[in-house]
């Protein structure tokens, strides 16, 4: 039982086979007073929801080996249609992001992941989620984010 002077965290799981990218992204989303889970695959991913686990965004890698980001998407909007997903990768490919897009992920984001890109993407998908109806699908949901090359 919550007490009445602690809120309520939201959930975020984060699904991506390197370690090391699983415990940075924990680390930001920590910080940012998230309650994080951890898959290491899609599958891994899948089957916490199915013991009940109910992140309200997923990020998802998108080249992982198994199923790989885009069927774990389309499977993970199947199990949970109401489930929030940014796809997350280190490549920026036109046709990726589009295929991305029409499957319903909320956000593209471009590795390496900025801590103030990850925090809008999700603040983004917590507000949508919050004054959307079901049923209501805005046009233009995906937004791409990337770090600026630097010198």
């Known amino acids: 039982m919550a007490h009445a002077n602690v809120p309520l965290q939201t ?22 007073s998230y309650h994080v889970l951890t898959a ?3 599958f891994e991913a899948l089957h916490l929801l199915h013991l009940g686990c109910t992140p309200a965004v997923a990020l998802v890698d998108l080249q992982m080996p198994g199923i790989d980001g885009l069927e774990t998407l389309r499977r ?21 992001i589009h295929e991305v897009m029409a499957l319903g992920a909320h956000a593209y984001l471009i590795k390496p992941i900025q801590h103030l890109y990850l925090s809008a993407a999700i603040e ?5 989620h919050s004054v959307q109806r079901p049923a209501e699908r805005p046009a233009a949901r995906v937004f791409v984010m990337s770090s600026p090359n630097l010198p």
Do not use: F
């Open 11 to 32: 959930t975020v799981l984060v699904v991506d086979d390197s370690l090391e990218l699983q415990r940075y992204l924990r680390t930001l989303l920590e910080l940012d």
């Open 40 to 42: 290491s695959n899609g």
């Open 76 to 96: 993970l909007q199947k199990l949970r249609p109401a489930l929030k997903v940014i796809m997350c990768s280190g490549v920026e490919d036109p046709d990726k």
């Open 124 to 128: 983004r998908c917590l507000q949508e």
